[in-house]
């Protein structure tokens, strides 16, 4: 080999050189650049939410859950949806009445409503007279023109169970019908599908809790763990969702009530038992067809001396009554020989049991107008009939009205109950007495009549002690409600056009 092919030689390798240095850098690069497209991928797929039901991936609606700091709020009728639900503009008690700030779902088994701005929740089993009130954290609210409630809501409202979690970005969701096949997997003799099986029960599978039959025909409660919770010796067993206890039945057809821990609350001593109160605690209570009421440590607050306790609540479905049992949270109405009458929460009479109805029902009749109406919620208002004719008293059994009134009724406007109440008068034309009907709206009367009245007597310590109720001149004397009603008797030419006025005054 000569100079110049040495040279050439050493130009060769040196080319070599520099594209295995271009050749390695551009690797380099390519390597870090894939690094980062799977940093971005990775990172990119973090932070897309991922939501499965039942274990199945599902497409997820970017509007079905908001973040809120630490509260995730759930679409109300988006969710129900997805699970299954039906979804109704109104709550179930007034199902009837169209209202976009309220929401029922509903399917075979139970519905459950919403209110905006409301914290309680409500749920009604199919074919059960009954409802249960949860109470949430927060309230329902608006957002973007629709209505959103808490995880926790959510959940109570579709007999779900919700994850989140935050790590992996996911939102898990696992509907009763996957935890009643899990369970049964695991417990075979678990009572949640046959004809023998209670809808409530299947509902305690939520909370880790099973109801199992043996051979025997008799009933207990396991939990998840396989522990035995209440023994496998009841006749009957049924869940109470809203209050966290088992209404159990023994083999003498006696009722009483055992925790989710399977303590017991109430001996079974009863022929029938029912919660009326969560926030009391209190139960209706039954032995040979007489009833009373009860506190959860067996204590009696009114004697078991009633035919019935509390009113139908399905007469009165646009009152806007929470309670049957417990009106106002502080009245309980009682029945006893085909007469009614009110105790307070503490075992007191506040109404005499005396009168022929609670509420009143002439509203729906044959050709009449209007809703029957047993409260007037804004004023705590309850209403009272003897002989048929009504009266309108407090919660506390101040009377507002006498027993002077022919009917009172609401009417729903624009989704408003407004309330109306009816009196007959006696009026002279063409020489003859004739009856002339007056209408009222309540809250005018109330606002006009009762609401002064108390404030000019606030300072007397002498609010509302007597009810008088003016027309005029005539006096009419009814001994029996302590009330004077005064008829004006403005003839000209032998005829009169009676101009009657309602008035509140104080009762003895």
Known sequence: MNLFENEEAIKKNKNTKKIMIIISVIIVILLIISGILLYMIEDVQKNTMKFTIDNKNKSLDKTLFVFEEDDIYVNIKKFATLMGYETHNSEYKDRYSENTTKCYISNTYEN???????????????????YEYFELEKPVKLIDGELYVTKEGIEIGTNTLINYNKNNNKISVLSLDYLTTHYIGQFPNAVVVDEKANFNNKKALRYSLIVVLNEEGKYGVYDAEGNEIIGTKYSNIIFKEDSQEFTVTTEEGKMGILSVKGETKIKPSYDEIKQISTQLNYYVVSNNKKYGVINENGNIVIHLEYDKIGVDQNKYSSNGIESPY?????????????????????????????????GCTVGTQSGKTGNNVLIIPKYESIVLGKEKKYSIVSSSGEQYVPMILDSVYSQTVSGVEEYYMNFTLKVQEDGKIVDKIETYNVEEYFEEKILKKEENLENSNNILNETNTTVDNTVINNTENNTNIQEPQNITNGETTQQYQLESTTIN
Do not use: H, R
């Open 112 to 130: 459950a409503s919403y209110i905006l701005n409301s914290s309680t929740i409500y749920k009604k089993v199919t074919n059960n007279e009954d």
């Open 326 to 358: 417990v009106l106002f949270g502080k009245c309980i109405p009682v029945m006893q020989n085909k007469k009614w009458g009110i105790f307070d929460v503490n075992g007191k009479i506040i109404i005499p049991v005396e009168y022929d109805e609670i």
